[in-house]
């Protein structure tokens, strides 16, 4: 296989398994709306954030958006762009593989790049998502006028790159069809069938069957132009004519063209790879809209287009889709999110990463100021800490990480009893909190019945061996068990 190699590229291979798991805390104060939105703002550097999300999103995020600081060399107002090439690499190698594991199996991932990393960063997304599944390249048209003061080209486009999870599953569901385009459809004969338009009845190369004299109503005789034949053969042709498919002009003197009727024609469009700005934005609309947001205060250099990223979502997520932003800035993201669930009636959540304090003052209040609801989360303590489970993590978050270590999927259960849930015939226990950590017979009798296999976590365990093999119980201890990588 061929890949990109650079310095430090073998420590970045390992960084994702040395993480620690951390707590992430609820902030009451800033989080807004409904508790169960099921909306996440979470702040911290998203290595950590993502490693402690993955135990209840993996594979679950159908669509990820990420717009990383394109190392331009630039030192922004809001945030640092000027990372040395290599290390620029190694910070995102290690943020792609996390982001990979979040996506479902028919999702896909769009990542915001400049000339400055495009070549590399396609590069290393081969490696990491495979070169089968790379989609696309899209070029969005990002400025509408040269700069004058740049002595070669005034660069106008930024790329976005998409790759699928695993493409033969991605589906595609097209951009709905624009009033514009639907307006071209005209109803000149009063078709009962309704608005359509014409296209050609002439094609090449030819094929020498569907070269034939037609005579229009007026009385005039038309062949094909040279070098092409008409698109129907004869027989076809005259069917078209008998279910008044052909149009010969207001006067019935004109070359025959086939009507397309609207109502047959694919609602959605294809996406092409160039996004205009006059379609989806340039920076100067976003930088004006987000400043509007802000009571006309200039907050954030470069945020993207609402309807730039609104475009990705609509490409690729179902209306109960989970999307992901893990270079969250001022928040574009959701605000493209709560923006397409008003369209199309969708239920979409976003889980929005940033790690400035901004996070709070500009990414969360921006989505409170537009609508959104979420819970805000801080990077706590680690999980484990000197060998001990951190005395502040809850029953309901331990079971998320014991149930992610067992099965190596998200828990989606209520953690509301000792027994988890069931997973491949086994039953998955966990004793912790209140003293009655430790698997004693009285504890055991207590525990609720399943009469398979019993995979029991708690912190020690009084019973013997025997006793375990009659019963069918594997016990493991905790920390230590607690392997989730
Ligand atoms: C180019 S901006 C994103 C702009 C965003 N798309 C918008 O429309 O506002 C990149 C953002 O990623 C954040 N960022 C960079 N490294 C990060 C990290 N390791 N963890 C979390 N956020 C990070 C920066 O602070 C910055 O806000």
Request: charged letters at 25%; aromatic letters at 12%.
């Amino acid at each position: 296989m061929l890949e990109l190699n650079w310095e430090g590229k073998s420590a970045a291979k390992k960084i994702v398994a040395n993480i620690p798991f951390k707590i992430l805390t609820l902030d009451e104060q800033i989080s807004c709306g409904d508790k169960n939105s099921g909306n996440i703002i979470a702040q911290g550097d998203n290595l950590e954030v993502l490693k402690s999300l993955l135990p209840l999103y993996r594979g679950r995020v159908k669509c990820v958006y990420i717009d990383p600081p394109y190392n331009t060399g630039a030192a922004f107002e809001n945030y640092s762009d000027n990372f040395p090439h290599s290390d620029w690499l190694s910070m995102m190698y290690p943020r792609l593989e996390l982001l990979r594991d979040f996506l479902s199996d028919d999702g896909a991932i769009f990542i915001s790049i400049d000339d400055n990393e495009q070549a590399y960063l396609k590069v290393v997304c081969d490696e990491i998502f495979g070169r089968n599944n790379f989609v696309a390249t899209v070029i969005w048209e990002r400025a509408y006028a040269p700069v004058n003061l740049k002595k070669h080209f005034s660069p106008s486009h930024d790329y976005i790159i998409c790759y699928a999870k695993n493409f033969p599953n991605l589906i595609c569901n097209g951009l709905t069809r624009s009033a514009e385009a639907n307006s071209r459809y005209k109803n000149p004969d009063n078709d009962p069938r309704g608005t359509w338009t014409s296209s050609d009845l002439s094609v090449g190369p030819v094929i020498e069957d569907k070269i034939y004299e037609i005579t229009t109503p007026s009385g005039r005789k038309i062949m094909p132009p040279s070098g092409y034949c008409w698109r129907l053969d004869k027989e076809t042709f005259q069917k078209y004519v008998d279910d008044n498919r052909i149009w010969f002009g207001d006067n019935g003197n004109n070359v025959p063209r086939i009507k397309r009727f609207l109502s047959e024609v694919k609602q959605t469009v294809t996406p092409m790879t160039i996004w205009k700005y006059t379609e989806v934005g340039h920076s100067q609309d976003a930088t004006k809209a987000l400043k509007e947001i802000f009571d006309g205060q200039a907050v954030f250099t470069y945020p993207k287009p609402v309807d730039l990223i609104k475009r990705c979502f609509e490409l690729y997520t179902d209306k109960n889709a989970i999307v992901l932003d893990s270079f969250a800035g001022s928040g574009t993201t959701a605000h493209a999110v709560i923006n397409l669930n008003a369209e199309d009636g969708g239920n979409r959540k976003f889980i929005l990463i940033e790690e400035k304090d901004y996070c709070k003052t500009i990414t969360a209040e921006r989505v409170r100021r537009v609508g959104g609801e979420f819970n805000f989360y801080r990077l706590g303590e680690k999980l484990i800490d000197a060998g001990k489970i951190n005395s502040s993590l809850s029953f309901e978050d331990l079971a998320k990480f014991i149930w992610y270590g067992a099965t190596g999927m998200p828990y989606l259960g209520r953690s509301d009893s000792a027994l988890l849930g069931e997973y491949d015939g086994a039953a998955i226990y966990l004793l912790y909190g209140n003293n009655n950590d430790t698997l004693t017979k009285t504890i055991f009798s207590k525990l609720p019945h399943h009469d398979g296999e019993k995979i029991i976590y708690g912190s020690a365990c009084r019973l013997s061996k025997y006793f375990l093999n009659e019963h069918k119980i594997i016990f493991r201890k905790l920390p230590k068990s607690l392997n989730m990588n």
